[in-house]
Protein backbone atom coordinates (compact mmCIF):
# COMPACT_ATOMS: atom_id res chain seq x y z
CA UNK A 1 0.00 0.00 0.00
CA UNK A 2 2.81 2.23 0.58
CA UNK A 3 4.32 2.03 -2.57
CA UNK A 4 1.19 2.53 -4.52
CA UNK A 5 0.55 5.65 -2.50
CA UNK A 6 3.83 6.81 -3.12
CA UNK A 7 3.44 6.22 -6.79
CA UNK A 8 0.60 8.08 -6.56
CA UNK A 9 1.97 11.47 -5.55
CA UNK A 10 4.90 10.66 -7.78
CA UNK A 11 2.23 10.66 -10.35
CA UNK A 12 0.51 13.94 -9.42
CA UNK A 13 4.10 15.53 -8.98
CA UNK A 14 4.89 14.68 -12.77
CA UNK A 15 1.66 15.51 -13.66
CA UNK A 16 2.73 18.93 -12.36
CA UNK A 17 5.97 18.91 -14.30
CA UNK A 18 8.30 18.40 -11.22
CA UNK A 19 11.88 16.89 -12.17
CA UNK A 20 12.79 13.73 -11.42
CA UNK A 21 15.27 15.08 -9.21
CA UNK A 22 12.74 17.05 -7.05
CA UNK A 23 10.21 13.64 -6.87
CA UNK A 24 13.11 11.35 -5.54
CA UNK A 25 13.90 13.78 -2.69
CA UNK A 26 10.90 13.75 -1.68
CA UNK A 27 9.81 10.20 -1.82
CA UNK A 28 13.02 8.72 -1.13
CA UNK A 29 12.77 6.11 -3.85
CA UNK A 30 14.89 5.26 -6.63
CA UNK A 31 15.43 6.78 -9.91
CA UNK A 32 14.71 3.61 -11.89
CA UNK A 33 11.44 3.19 -9.90
CA UNK A 34 10.55 6.55 -10.98
CA UNK A 35 11.51 5.12 -14.61
CA UNK A 36 8.98 2.94 -14.64
CA UNK A 37 6.15 4.82 -12.71
CA UNK A 38 6.27 7.79 -14.78
CA UNK A 39 7.33 6.38 -18.57
CA UNK A 40 4.48 7.86 -19.73
CA UNK A 41 4.73 10.71 -18.33
CA UNK A 42 7.55 12.67 -19.96
CA UNK A 43 8.23 16.50 -19.39
CA UNK A 44 7.15 19.14 -22.39
CA UNK A 45 10.07 20.17 -24.27
CA UNK A 46 9.63 23.47 -22.66
CA UNK A 47 9.80 22.36 -19.06
CA UNK A 48 12.90 21.02 -19.45
CA UNK A 49 14.24 23.97 -20.95
CA UNK A 50 13.64 25.53 -18.52
CA UNK A 51 14.88 23.15 -15.48
CA UNK A 52 17.99 23.16 -17.45
CA UNK A 53 17.52 27.15 -17.17
CA UNK A 54 16.91 27.10 -13.92
CA UNK A 55 19.62 24.38 -13.07
CA UNK A 56 22.38 26.63 -14.83
CA UNK A 57 21.16 29.83 -12.55
CA UNK A 58 21.52 27.61 -9.40
CA UNK A 59 24.64 26.70 -10.62
CA UNK A 60 25.64 30.43 -11.70
CA UNK A 61 24.61 31.88 -8.06
CA UNK A 62 26.72 28.87 -5.74
CA UNK A 63 29.86 29.86 -8.02
CA UNK A 64 29.47 33.75 -6.72
CA UNK A 65 28.40 32.47 -3.48
CA UNK A 66 31.85 30.53 -3.62
CA UNK A 67 33.60 32.97 -5.10
CA UNK A 68 32.45 36.02 -2.45
CA UNK A 69 33.57 33.10 0.56
CA UNK A 70 37.07 32.99 -1.63
CA UNK A 71 37.35 36.69 -2.02
CA UNK A 72 35.81 37.33 1.50
CA UNK A 73 38.48 34.99 3.09
CA UNK A 74 41.65 36.66 1.25
CA UNK A 75 40.82 39.84 2.15
CA UNK A 76 40.78 38.52 5.94
CA UNK A 77 44.39 37.66 4.91
CA UNK A 78 45.56 40.36 3.39
CA UNK A 79 44.00 42.58 5.93
CA UNK A 80 46.73 40.47 8.39
CA UNK A 81 49.55 40.77 6.21
CA UNK A 82 49.36 44.59 5.36
CA UNK A 83 49.34 44.97 9.54
CA UNK A 84 52.77 42.57 9.92
CA UNK A 85 54.62 43.82 7.36
CA UNK A 86 53.73 47.63 7.63
CA UNK A 87 54.54 50.35 5.01
CA UNK A 88 57.46 49.51 3.10
CA UNK A 89 60.84 51.30 3.80
CA UNK A 90 63.49 51.96 1.20
CA UNK A 91 65.61 49.82 2.81
CA UNK A 92 62.82 47.17 2.20
CA UNK A 93 62.67 48.05 -1.58
CA UNK A 94 66.29 47.93 -2.14
CA UNK A 95 66.43 43.92 -0.78
CA UNK A 96 63.50 43.42 -2.53
CA UNK A 97 64.97 44.90 -5.95
CA UNK A 98 68.37 42.77 -5.35
CA UNK A 99 66.16 39.41 -4.84
CA UNK A 100 63.74 40.42 -7.87
CA UNK A 101 66.70 41.04 -10.44
CA UNK A 102 68.57 37.92 -8.34
CA UNK A 103 65.54 35.65 -10.05
CA UNK A 104 64.10 37.37 -12.94
CA UNK A 105 67.40 39.59 -14.01
CA UNK A 106 69.88 39.31 -16.38
CA UNK A 107 73.43 38.76 -15.70
CA UNK A 108 75.32 38.31 -18.65
CA UNK A 109 74.83 41.51 -20.76
CA UNK A 110 78.12 43.40 -19.92
CA UNK A 111 76.87 47.11 -17.57
CA UNK A 112 73.73 46.46 -18.74
CA UNK A 113 71.09 45.87 -15.40
CA UNK A 114 68.19 44.10 -17.02
CA UNK A 115 64.76 42.38 -15.99
CA UNK A 116 62.11 40.98 -18.51
CA UNK A 117 58.76 39.56 -17.46
CA UNK A 118 55.15 39.52 -18.60
CA UNK A 119 53.90 40.80 -15.09
CA UNK A 120 53.28 44.53 -15.23
CA UNK A 121 53.70 44.75 -11.67
CA UNK A 122 57.52 43.02 -11.77
CA UNK A 123 58.43 45.55 -13.87
CA UNK A 124 56.83 48.56 -12.45
CA UNK A 125 58.74 47.57 -9.15
CA UNK A 126 61.75 46.76 -10.57
CA UNK A 127 61.64 50.16 -12.04
CA UNK A 128 60.73 52.00 -8.57
CA UNK A 129 63.79 49.83 -7.66
CA UNK A 130 66.06 51.26 -9.92
CA UNK A 131 64.87 54.72 -9.02
CA UNK A 132 66.54 54.63 -5.89
CA UNK A 133 69.85 55.31 -8.00
CA UNK A 134 68.43 57.98 -9.06
CA UNK A 135 67.20 56.93 -12.74
CA UNK A 136 64.86 58.33 -14.33
CA UNK A 137 62.37 56.41 -16.09
CA UNK A 138 63.68 58.16 -19.67
CA UNK A 139 67.25 57.21 -18.91
CA UNK A 140 65.86 53.18 -19.44
CA UNK A 141 65.52 50.74 -22.74
CA UNK A 142 62.51 48.61 -23.48
CA UNK A 143 62.46 46.08 -25.90
CA UNK A 144 59.26 43.99 -26.56
CA UNK A 145 59.08 40.43 -27.49
CA UNK A 146 55.57 40.01 -29.29
CA UNK A 147 53.60 37.07 -31.61
CA UNK A 148 53.19 37.99 -35.02
CA UNK A 149 49.03 37.57 -34.19
CA UNK A 150 49.83 40.65 -31.74
CA UNK A 151 48.66 44.10 -32.59
CA UNK A 152 52.41 45.76 -31.91
CA UNK A 153 51.21 49.34 -32.16
CA UNK A 154 48.58 48.50 -29.16
CA UNK A 155 51.06 46.49 -27.15
CA UNK A 156 53.41 49.30 -27.26
CA UNK A 157 50.92 51.55 -25.89
CA UNK A 158 49.59 48.68 -23.47
CA UNK A 159 53.49 49.01 -21.89
CA UNK A 160 53.88 52.36 -22.26
CA UNK A 161 51.05 52.97 -19.50
CA UNK A 162 51.52 50.73 -17.60
CA UNK A 163 55.24 51.72 -17.04
CA UNK A 164 54.95 55.14 -17.43
CA UNK A 165 58.15 54.73 -19.46
CA UNK A 166 58.31 57.52 -22.47
CA UNK A 167 57.79 55.68 -25.92
CA UNK A 168 61.11 56.91 -27.22
CA UNK A 169 62.68 54.57 -25.02
CA UNK A 170 61.24 51.45 -26.72
CA UNK A 171 62.84 49.67 -29.42
CA UNK A 172 61.48 47.83 -32.35
CA UNK A 173 59.67 44.83 -31.04
CA UNK A 174 60.88 41.54 -31.64
CA UNK A 175 58.18 39.50 -33.41
CA UNK A 176 58.38 35.69 -33.28
CA UNK A 177 57.52 33.82 -35.81
CA UNK A 178 54.66 31.53 -33.69
CA UNK A 179 51.23 32.78 -32.78
CA UNK A 180 49.98 33.61 -29.48
CA UNK A 181 46.46 31.75 -30.33
CA UNK A 182 48.92 28.57 -30.75
CA UNK A 183 49.86 28.70 -27.15
CA UNK A 184 48.10 26.76 -24.72
CA UNK A 185 49.29 28.90 -21.84
CA UNK A 186 48.86 32.29 -23.68
CA UNK A 187 47.15 33.45 -20.86
CA UNK A 188 50.18 34.50 -19.06
CA UNK A 189 51.45 36.16 -22.33
CA UNK A 190 48.41 38.54 -23.17
CA UNK A 191 51.09 41.55 -23.74
CA UNK A 192 53.95 39.76 -24.63
CA UNK A 193 57.13 39.65 -22.83
CA UNK A 194 58.82 42.65 -21.80
CA UNK A 195 62.52 43.88 -21.26
CA UNK A 196 63.03 46.72 -19.04
CA UNK A 197 66.88 47.29 -19.20
CA UNK A 198 69.36 50.26 -17.57
CA UNK A 199 73.30 50.54 -19.30
CA UNK A 200 75.54 51.53 -16.85
CA UNK A 201 79.24 50.17 -15.60
CA UNK A 202 78.52 51.05 -11.82
CA UNK A 203 75.12 49.77 -11.49
CA UNK A 204 75.82 46.78 -13.12
CA UNK A 205 78.95 46.06 -10.53
CA UNK A 206 76.49 47.57 -7.61
CA UNK A 207 73.73 44.78 -8.64
CA UNK A 208 75.95 42.03 -9.03
CA UNK A 209 77.98 42.46 -5.69
CA UNK A 210 75.03 43.36 -4.18
CA UNK A 211 73.79 40.04 -4.78
CA UNK A 212 76.85 38.53 -3.98
CA UNK A 213 76.11 39.71 -0.63
CA UNK A 214 72.62 38.37 -0.49
CA UNK A 215 73.73 34.67 -1.54
CA UNK A 216 76.54 34.91 1.29
CA UNK A 217 73.97 35.91 3.54
CA UNK A 218 72.15 33.01 3.11
CA UNK A 219 75.16 30.46 3.27
Given at each position: ??????????????????????????????????????????????????LRSNNSERIEKFRNTMRGKREA???????????????????????????????????????????????????????????????????????????????????????????????????????????????????????????????????????????KYIKMASV
Open positions: MAKLKEKKIALKMRQMEFSYTKIKSKLGVSKSTLSSWLKDLPLSRERINKELQKVFAKVKKEIGPLTKRDILIGGVFLYWGEGSKTASYTTSVSNTDPDVLRFFVKWLSLFGIRRDMLRVKLHLYNDMDVSKEVNFWIKELKIPRKCFSIPYIKKSKLSELSYGKGFGHGTCNVKYHDKNMWHYSLMAL
